[in-house]
């Protein structure tokens, strides 16, 4: 049996190898490469996220360029962005689907999604099952960065905050996790050997700082050596911008109108 013939309730009924089999045939299928047409037709600095962010003054077009060439940005087919997530090897985990406004904030009417999700929808349509049961890695967006030179790395929450860090303080290396949850010791280990500071977003409760301070503890004993966590955010933030959980991206504008 293919995956072509599956249908909602045949899967659970297949005898164990067979089973195995549709897996491994599925896992192939959802194999993202970066040289391959999926990649290549959707780069592109055409997306939403990317207008909105020359529009607002954030980065010159030519910056925008230059940084959406080194993080192989992409476009969706209703303009959203594609974050590749790809490790030093190029090799691509997935890739995250967002949305933004004219004024570069997140477009909460369209929900985050994934690649790795799409292509399921695609391919095991009659498979749900084999769907929930093929999960994807993560990886930090911009990992496949590290292989260029030695500058020290910044790990922060959000892409978008990397994107645009990156073409600012350009001795830096820009990474970023995906959201305040979603940093770990495991995802900081490629970064091994380098000097890494981690700069949680900002808000009334330190929870992002102490999450993050709770990582670094961990990430420090797994990669052998000292990890900075930014308190600068944490002593320079006014209450209201704490309100508003900022991250560095604002701050720095906020503090250079």
Not at 67 to 95: E, H, K, T
Not at 128 to 153: K, N
Request: net charge positive.
């Amino acid at each position: 049996m293919k995956i072509s013939q599956l249908n909602p309730y045949s899967f659970r009924n297949l005898r164990p190898v067979i089973k195995a089999r549709i897996a491994e045939e599925a896992r192939r299928r959802l194999i993202i490469y970066p040289e391959g047409d999926i990649v290549q037709r959707h780069l592109s600095v055409g997306s939403d996220f990317c207008r909105a962010v020359v529009n607002r003054g954030y980065l010159t077009q030519e910056q925008m360029n230059h940084a959406a060439l080194r993080y192989s940005l992409g476009m969706s087919r209703n303009g959203g962005v594609i974050f590749w997530q790809m490790d030093r090897s190029r090799r691509i985990y997935d890739g995250k689907i967002m949305y933004y406004r004219p004024d570069c904030h997140r477009d909460h009417q369209h929900c985050p999604t994934w690649v790795s999700s799409e292509l399921k929808r695609f391919y095991l349509a009659g498979a749900p099952e084999l769907a929930a049961e093929l999960q994807f890695p993560h990886c930090l967006f911009g990992t496949h960065l590290i292989r260029e030179g030695d500058e020290p790395v910044v790990v922060v929450e959000s892409e978008k905050t990397a994107v645009i860090m990156s073409e600012i303080y350009t001795n830096y290396l820009w990474l970023a996790a995906g959201g305040m949850n979603e940093l770990s010791a495991i995802k900081l280990f490629p970064l091994r050997g380098r000097k890494i500071i981690l700069m949680p977003d900002t808000d009334e409760h330190h929870q992002a700082y102490s999450n993050w301070y709770k990582i670094c503890q961990s990430a420090q004993h797994l990669l052998g050596h000292p990890i900075h966590l930014s308190p600068l955010l944490e002593q320079k933030a006014s209450r209201s911008q704490k309100s508003r959980k900022i991250d560095i991206l604002d701050y720095y504008y906020e503090s250079n109108v």
